[in-house]
């Protein structure tokens, strides 16, 4: 899989993991004995990251991660079947052909969404 697709991922699955962490703010005191530090300071540490690894992006990259994140939960979506699980929009073949499996950073031309092939 390419790199930028790899660090894209991945700071989708730190996000998530942020969301998840707020959801359960009521259960504060299981989640600090858990983890052995404040929420806050849980959060604070994953945006670091977050924040971290967008800096190793080319610009072109992060300023349209940034700019789809903004109004999308998930930045980055699957192709299933070359549709886009985005805007269920079917995506070109060649997007979709194998000779290109992830190892470009291609974006959905319906929602701009980042895309990244799956069986
Ligand atoms: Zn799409």
Redesign the pocket.
């Known amino acids: 899989m390419h790199p930028h697709l790899e660090i894209l991922l991945e700071i989708q699955d730190l996000k998530t993991q942020r969301r998840e962490l707020e959801e359960t703010g009521a259960d504060r005191e299981v989640q600090e004995s858990v983890f052995g530090l404040g929420i806050d300071e849980a959060l604070g540490q994953i945006d670091a990251k977050v924040e971290e690894m967008l800096e190793s992006l080319p610009t072109a990259v992060r300023s349209r991660y940034v700019r789809i994140a903004a109004r999308n939960t998930r930045a980055m979506?699957p192709v299933i079947r070359g549709t886009?699980?985005?805007?269920?929009?079917q995506?070109p073949t060649a997007l979709a052909s194998d000779a290109a499996r992830n190892e470009e950073v291609r974006s959905?031309?319906?929602?701009?969404?980042f895309?990244y092939l799956i069986d």
């Open positions: 979506v886009c699980y985005g805007c269920f929009v995506v959905c031309q319906s929602c701009g969404r895309l």
